[in-house]
């Protein structure tokens, strides 16, 4: 990929972004059976990172990670607020971010689609031109989106053959998927793309943006219009092969999270029904950036217009007999799609290990911007990212605060779980992370390497947790860093 010019600064950005999106839907992943010739397309002509990961598995801090550069124990959004109490629920005011970074550089910075940053402020308030739709989920009760209907003479949203879990009491549980009961051009998703074509057109001749396009999808519930409810044949689905988890040596956690999204109540039909439907809704709103880009085609924007594609974190999707996302640090859900085309650069693939937060980094590299306070590497410039040996990531809790940190390597994964079992994964070996090795003695030696590399990480960034790894062992003496106290301070100790 070329390094960015001197007129680099003048170039637009159109970030198009979904949410808990498995890489093994996209065929540019090598997914099969796969409907995306949009994003396929655009990774064909731009670079495919195969090891790219969320900082954290939960929208609310990969997406304020995204936004601020920072990691999400540094800016503070650590949860979704909608679900785990008593954390903070906005930004510290004053936060920089990339609206910010922008505008410094004469950028207009637009926003379309799901925030999920804040509870009550949303894009507007931190200098983006957008509107706030509240929430996780597609808002059917946005005033915005029934007003839209209304204009287009499009029905109201009518859900039919509802797929739900039981909770462990039996009663009635989470809705995974339905039918709607309107055309595709009735969808939420249309209602976004509509929108970010109406920002690219008003930004035509306006001089140089960012526009980011965020689809709630393929984020379950996945309720879609019979023509791609029906896209693919459930037979045709592959079903995970970790659904064969059995828990034996992981974390306890992992089989009451389980038991909660009732995984084992439903059968082997329903999960491939569900499994199709995943795929159907990714090609939905594959169809959907498809009108997207065909807009800024029009409006004679390609050349000139940084392209990005991007998930917040994956989803299980029965795969370790889970659903959604949770305490569980697997591939599944921490391994994220990321194309990047920007004109003129040659077609490529990329193995090294980035994150969430280079993107960050990479607009800024774009605008012109000076990047010493993003914790991210540009994308646009191999060096800076080539030879990355590791990745690290963090959970602090999802329905529950529950704090977890991974280090993987090209092979190794570790995670260190304070309240359970910690694991370790040899992903040459056992790719679908079945087999937990922490206690095989063939494995100490890597166990403690990566156990005090994760130490050295967490230090250098300034992440507490580190303090877990150094009173719990395997971090020598002479390493660890000893949190001085005032009290200690005060008395010369």
Known sequence: MPSP???????????????????DTLGCYGGRPTRTPVLDGLAARGTVFDAAYTPSAICTPARASLLTGRYPFEHGMIGNFEWSAGLREELEPGTRTLADDLAA????????????????LGPDHYGFDGEHIPGALNDYTYPGYLAWLDEHGHPPVDVHDQIRTTLPDGSRGHLLAGRLAQPTEATFEAYLADLAIEKIRS???????????????????YLLPSEWFDLFDPADVPLPASMAETFVGKPDVQRTYSRYWGADRLDEQTWRVLHAAYRGYV?????QIGRV?????ECGLTDSTVLAFTADHGEFTGAHRL????????????RIPLVLAAPGQQPTRSDELVTLIDLHATVLDVAGSPRSHSRGRSLLRPAEHAGSDVVVAEFHGHHFQYSQRMVRDRRYKLVVNPGGTDELYDLHEDPHELRNVIAAPVY???????RRRLYRELVDRGDRFAQWLAMSGDIPEDDRVRPETAVENSVGL
């Open 5 to 23: 010019t001197d007129n680099a600064g003048r170039r637009n950005v159109l970030l198009l972004m979904t949410d808990q999106h498995r890489v």
């Open 203 to 221: 930004y035509a001749d306006a001089g140089p943006f960012f526009l980011t396009c965020n689809f709630f999808g393929p984020h379950l519930p």
């Open 323 to 334: 659903n959604d996302k949770g305490p569980a640090m697997y591939e599944d859900i921490y």
């Open 293 to 297: 880009l065909t807009a800024l085609e």
């Open 105 to 120: 550089q004469g950028y207009t910075a637009g926003h379309v689609g799901k925030w999920h940053v804040g509870r009550r």
């Open 444 to 450: 100490g030696a890597v166990h403690t390497a990566l």
């Open 283 to 287: 090609a939905m709103i594959d169809h």
